[in-house]
């Protein structure tokens, strides 16, 4: 989800997308992924592909912050700046109650093959080639 929403940021075919590109970094960053839930709070933050809402903004770096990401905590206390206090109270009642969603299983795990990783799926002659190793995740 989230490199696809990274994609979609970039622009597959040259011309960034942040409509399409929101709309992962949403699914991902409330799975709990620290790095959609920091590209979440920027496009709040500045509007791009969804109407800026500084509050949105301030829970999702937040959230990112709690994961140990600095620079979401960076933004997080400059968004709470700009934010009266009754938005900024709302914005910490949406931070704590906060509960990511279980990703899929099948965008999180990989069955391996039956003879395992590390055994080439078809034996030949001298010494076989190590297996390339694939990132999991969403």
Do not use: C
């Not at 970039?10 to 959609?36: C, H, L, M, T, Y």
């Not at 301030?58 to 905590?73: H, M, N, R, V």
């Not at 700009?82 to 299983?105: C, G």
Request: aromatic share 8%; hydrophobic share 40%; proline share 6%.
């Amino acid at each position: 989800m989230h490199n696809l929403a990274v994609l979609h940021a970039e622009g597959i075919d040259g011309k960034p997308d942040f409509k399409n590109a929101s709309q992962w970094f949403r699914r991902a960053a409330e799975s709990g992924v620290s790095d959609s839930q920091y590209n979440l709070g920027i496009m709040f933050a500045r509007g791009l592909g969804i109407e800026q809402n500084l509050s949105e903004a301030y829970k999702w770096f937040s959230l990112a912050a709690a994961q140990g990401d600095a620079d979401a905590g960076k933004k997080r206390d400059d968004v709470a700046a700009r934010l009266d206090q009754q938005a900024l109270e709302i914005a910490k009642l949406a931070v704590q109650s906060f509960t990511p969603e279980p990703q899929p299983e099948e965008a999180i795990s990989v069955k391996g093959p039956p003879e395992g990783w590390d055994k080439p799926a078809v034996a030949g002659k001298g010494k076989s080639k190590p297996s390339a190793r694939r990132g999991g995740g969403a």
